[in-house]
Each structure stands twice: as C-alpha cells, then as structure tokens.
C-alpha cells in the first residue's frame, strides 16, 4: 500500500531550480506537521524544512532562503521548491510527518552538478 510518493527530482546545474512533490495518505498528512528530509551520500538523513498544519514553516539553515515549503490540505499535498541549488544539496529527497509518520517511500533524487 503506497502512504507517500515523492516526485519531482532530477539532474540540474547548479543555480537552477527544481520544484518537489509529495502524496500522501490522510492519516498521516492531517493534523500534522509534514516535513522534506534528504540523505546524501554518507551523511545522516536531515529534516530540511517542515510546515505545520496551520502553515507555519521552519527550515535548516542550509537551505534558508533558498527553499520553500508549502502544502494543499484539500489534496493532501506537500511541496517543495528549490532555488539556487547547490551541488552540496545532492541527495535523495522524501517527505513524510515530523511527529506522526508512516513508512519511507522511495523518494526522488535530486542531483546538483555542472
């Protein structure tokens, strides 16, 4: 049973721009804060910016001011997109709750490089 799909990703220059998306099941999206993480190579999967169910949004500082989250309650949506991206911003990309989570779904590759 498919909970979280990511989409979105691919190979971009650096500078450029991609924007990310996320389906996600009821149960997890409502009434609760939903979040992009990333795991790049032989680093520890981060939390890069999350947005709680009122639209409050918080991000690393890695990506601050680069990056913008936001969601669509009504189709239980979350997205991302990204700016002027950067080659250290090469990782796998998933989303899924801060607090309440389900399983991890494939998630979408994003690869920065000129």
């Known amino acids: 049973q498919v909970r979280l799909v990511e989409s979105g990703g691919g190979l971009v220059h650096p500078g450029g721009s991609l924007r990310l998306s996320c389906a996600a099941s009821?149960?997890?999206?409502?009434?609760?804060?939903m979040g992009w993480y990333r795991q790049a190579p032989g680093k520890q999967r981060e939390l890069v910016a999350h947005i709680t169910s009122g639209g409050i949004t918080n991000y690393a500082d890695s990506v601050k001011g680069r990056f913008t989250i936001s969601r669509d309650n009504a189709k239980n949506a979350v997205y991302l997109q990204m700016n002027s991206l950067k080659p250290e911003d090469t990782a796998v990309y998933y989303c899924?709750?801060?607090?309440?989570?389900?399983?991890w779904g494939q998630g979408t590759q994003v690869t920065v490089s000129s």
């Open positions: 899924n709750g801060v607090f309440v989570q389900g399983a």
């Open positions: 009821g149960s997890i999206f409502s009434m609760n804060a």
